[in-house]
């Protein structure tokens, strides 16, 4: 394999890109049990230190409830063949697609519903 075929394609680009989110918030996880073994130096974890640890494990939950597959655009996949094949259940009317050429499945949010799922996240 030649240098220029390791290098990730546009396709693994996207999906790390998307998956990144998850990836974070499992490293904020680690810092906060990390900060947890030190605070026993210190006389034990503080109502802080479990506080931490409890919005780190919250955004991982969030962030996995999330699709962390690349926008269809980016696989192959064409919008307007998707079928619709469940519901999320989050009471927003969210569907869950999948392709019926690769068999991907995807969670749509509808941002106009008042789904905040869908909407982009500050850093």
């Known amino acids: 394999m030649t240098p220029a075929e390791m290098d990730p394609t546009p396709v693994d680009l996207a999906a790390i890109d998307a998956e990144w989110p998850l990836i ?52 192959g996949c064409v919008p307007h063949r998707l079928a619709v094949v469940g519901r999320t259940g989050c ?13 991907g499945e995807q969670v749509l949010h509808r941002t106009d519903s008042g789904c905040r799922a869908g909407l982009p996240r500050a850093v």
């Not at 680690?30 to 640890?53: K, M, N, V």
């Not at 009471?91 to 068999?103: A, K, L, S, W």
């Open 91 to 103: 009471g927003h009317d969210c569907e869950i697609v999948r392709c019926p050429c690769c068999g």
């Open 24 to 75: 974070a918030a499992e490293l904020d996880v680690l810092d906060a049990e990390i900060s947890l073994f030190y605070a026993d130096d210190r006389g034990g974890p503080s109502p802080l230190d479990w506080r931490r640890l409890r919005r780190a494990e919250a955004r991982v939950t969030r962030a996995a409830t999330t699709a962390v597959r690349p926008p269809w655009h980016n696989d």
